[in-house]
């Protein structure tokens, strides 16, 4: 029988060739032997890189694409990884150390992200500058939403922002003389008569003039333990008796000779935990998306801080967070620090600002340095030209944003540490406020809190995050804090 081998279809080898030499024969008699097997190797390589080519464009496509609302809308966003969400571990359970923070990529100044934040809504994020990773996105909230903040300001009452500038960040600030009762009172947010947890790591986290020691968030935490009957609770009683040692320090407004930051405004903290006007929790709901940092993170941070300038206020440029430094605490996780540490810093990862309302002259956020080359201190300040003042120099620094109702803008005050966690402070997000020329401006500050130490952050979410757990775990329904009176 007249036969033909097929190596590959199309390719024979005809049987009526004249023979071969032997060393010809040897190849085609192994040729003919593999023939099959080649090409179900062949075919398996073939479909295995099809199959990868598919995947990849796959890959390509849900991440250009916006950012899916997960369906359970639980505030978790389908970016974040297993590892991230490792910091939400149950009471017990041990301090993450692998813990991996999502960074939004710039891509390039002008480059324009599709992010889902609402149902049936697609909010576009524009790239500002690169440094800092800045970005803009228009309609972040409706214009009842800014109306709503802002009435929710008023009704809590504004106070003077005077923020000065630390000159020397280990130096010591006077003693206020206060008695026990006088500072139960202060904390007691809701006048109960009663002390939680949340009441006081609100009021320490707003660095709102009440500054608490490490070691006396400490004793008030394990005041809270004590009482088997009402566990989480204090009474002023129980305050007192420990408060017997003189370990309160409440340091008051430097009055040292410094730079004073922030003029003609006035400022309130609105408390944006479980419970909180609905409005409220919708902002933070989004800002955990369009950040993608692991919600606990979000609850753990300051409370929004809503500001109003009046005409001739402006904030002089600054840095949100501080300096990553082994000596210093981060003001929001004292509770679990090393008591030793000589100084407090902010630790603010990002900032996300979110204009209130449109400005008619004025008031523009500068980034003086924005994707400058370089970044020297000395640079900021020369010939006449101090960059640092936003009085008379708003005009030479690179990067302006106008207030626009309604937008936020966001910026990361830290680098990345190369394994996913904060780094050293990034010099080039200062900002400041130009002098507001026109009207009114409202704006409102979410800070995100995190310790550059992902121990000490750690150690202080495995202290408070089995309580605000707990705390959520209420019943209520979320209608039953519609009324714009409550949980300010
Ligand atoms: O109001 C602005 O435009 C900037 C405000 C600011 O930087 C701040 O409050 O820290
Ligand atoms: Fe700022």
């Not at 300096?323 to 100084?343: D, G, K, Q």
Request: hydrophobic share 35%; charged share 25%; aromatic share 8%.
């Amino acid at each position: 029988m007249m036969e033909s081998q097929e190596c590959f279809p199309g390719m024979y080898v005809p049987a009526n060739l004249p023979p071969l030499p032997r060393q010809d024969r040897v190849l085609l008699n192994k040729s003919s032997v593999c023939s099959r097997t080649y090409f179900v190797v062949v075919m398996v390589f073939f479909h295995v890189y099809i199959i990868n080519v598919i995947a990849l464009l796959f890959f390509v496509h849900y991440n250009n694409g916006p950012v899916e609302m997960s369906p359970s809308d639980d505030g978790v966003p389908p970016m974040i990884s297993n590892e991230s969400s490792d910091l939400r571990k149950s009471p017990g359970q041990k301090s993450p150390v692998t813990a991996h923070l999502p960074r939004i990529e710039g891509i390039r100044v002008g480059h324009v992200q599709k992010v889902s934040l609402v149902p049936n809504k697609v909010h576009e994020m524009r790239t500002l500058s690169l440094k800092p990773l800045l970005f803009e996105i228009p309609d972040f909230l409706s214009e009842e939403e800014c109306r709503v903040v802002v009435q929710l300001a008023q009704l809590k009452g504004l106070t003077e922002s005077q923020a000065t500038e630390a000159e020397d960040p280990g130096e010591t600030a006077d003693q206020l003389d206060l008695s026990p009762e006088e500072i139960f009172n202060l904390l007691d947010l809701d006048q109960d008569g009663q002390l939680q947890l949340h009441e006081i790591l609100t009021l320490s986290r707003a660095q709102d003039g009440i500054w608490l020691a490490p070691e006396h968030l400490q004793e008030i935490h394990a005041g809270l333990q004590a009482d088997p009957d009402h566990p989480g609770l204090l009474s002023l009683e129980q305050f007192k008796r420990l408060s017997r040692r003189e370990l309160w320090r409440f340091p008051t407004r430097p009055t040292a000779k410094r730079t004073q930051l922030v003029w003609n405004s006035r400022h309130t903290w609105l408390y944006q935990g479980e419970g909180a006007h609905h409005i409220l929790r919708g902002l933070r709901k989004r800002v955990t998306r369009l950040t993608q940092v692991p919600p606990v993170l979000l609850e753990l941070s300051e409370p929004l801080q809503v500001v109003r300038y009046e005409q001739g206020g402006h904030h002089r440029a600054h840095h949100d967070s501080g300096l990553v430094h082994p000596e210093a605490a981060c003001s929001h996780t004292r509770l679990a620090a090393n008591i030793s540490a000589h100084f407090e810093t902010p630790c603010r990862y990002i900032t996300v600002l979110f204009y209130l309302n449109s400005v008619e002259g004025g008031g523009e956020t500068t980034f003086p340095v924005a994707d400058n080359r370089t970044y020297e201190e000395e640079a900021l300040i020369q010939n006449d030209v101090d960059l640092l003042d936003t009085r008379k120099s708003c005009d030479k620094g690179n990067l302006r944003v106008k207030p626009t109702q309604g937008t936020a803008i966001f910026w990361y005050n830290h680098l990345s540490d190369g394994e996913g966690w904060v780094g050293e402070l990034d010099e080039y997000s200062l900002h400041g406020d130009c002098v507001l020329t026109r009207g009114t401006k409202w704006v409102a500050n979410n800070w995100i809190n995190i310790d550059p130490d992902q121990q000490r952050q750690a150690r202080y979410q495995n202290l408070v995050a089995p309580q605000q757990e707990g705390e959520g775990d209420s019943g209520e329904s979320p209608d039953q804090h519609n009324d714009l009176h409550q949980d300010l």
